[in-house]
């Protein structure tokens, strides 16, 4: 049998996720359709000789008959964990050979649901875990009165598929002070221009980096300590949640809090899920 383990079973809303074109006045208002899936993450764990179906469902939540198109492509995370999306079939991981999906568009009523199949193909012989993106894509409705939007209505469902017999495990690569330089953000087309802010301030941080050297992808959580040299916690803070997947790296930045003057060690501890916690620390001299 095919176990399937579904990571998230709340409702998402297809949002506005790129304006591909915008035309006339820059107060017009974005398309209001709402298109949701009911599950965000699927992980699959083929068996051999089993059938191989999993699922999800699309639901229009408006008054009008939505129309979408359902396609597959890759995947993965840089190390500041922004998603990057790729033709299918072209990265090392791809679930390409194995992941098949089905139907490819979609005409809902208004109201109503309709089911999207995920099926396997050869999914026991998969070496390693590999990951792909069901992507739902419908058109939104142009604006009217004069106004020309046309925008892009995307949303996609993460699938894993994991064969038995890996293991979780990972390590703290690299820790470091470091400075983040505040961005000034782009004005938007169109808009008047408006009055010079004052520069944002840069931000010292303590930067943590760490490697997913498991089979399976990781949810790290964890903290760090600052202690001074005769080993006592003058500060703690914690590490935002980080999702890694095989192989890949991701990167934590802490801000530095205030301390007083004096050495102290750096010490991070990233619990990933494995037997151990991965650990790194660093001296910090503060003048």
Known sequence: MTLVRSLTTRRVRLGVLAALSVWGLASARPAAAQVSV???????????????????NVSNETNALVEAKVYLMDWDRDEDGANRFQPIGAIGQS?????????????????????????????????????SIVFVEAAAPQAAAGRNVSYVLRLGVKVYIEPPGL???????????????????????????????????DTVVSSVRFRNTGGLPAIVHGEIEYRTLDNKVAMRDSVPTL?????????????????????????????????????????????
């Not at 009911?38 to 999800?56: K, M, N, T």
């Not at 992941?99 to 012989?125: E, K, M």
């Open 38 to 56: 009911d599950q965000a993450e699927i992980v699959l764990h083929p068996q051999p000789s089993s059938p191989s179906v999993a699922g999800f």
């Open 167 to 201: 293991a979780t495990d990972g390590e703290v690569e690299g820790m470091k002070i470091d400075t983040v330089h505040a961005v000034k953000p782009a004005p938007l087309r169109g808009a008047k221009p408006a009055p010079p802010a004052p520069p944002a301030p």
């Open 95 to 131: 679930c390409a050979k194995y992941l098949r999906v089905f139907p490819l568009s979609l005409r809902i009523p208004p109201h109503t649901s309709q089911g999207v199949r995920l099926g396997l193909q050869n999914a026991d012989s998969v070496p390693a875990t590999c990951w």
């Open 243 to 287: 999702y890694v997947l095989p192989g890949a790296a991701r990167r934590a930045r802490v801000p530095l809090p205030k301390l007083p003057r004096g050495h102290y060690v750096v010490l991070a501890l990233l619990d990933f899920g494995g037997t151990e916690v991965a650990a790194g620390q660093i001296p910090l001299d503060i003048p």
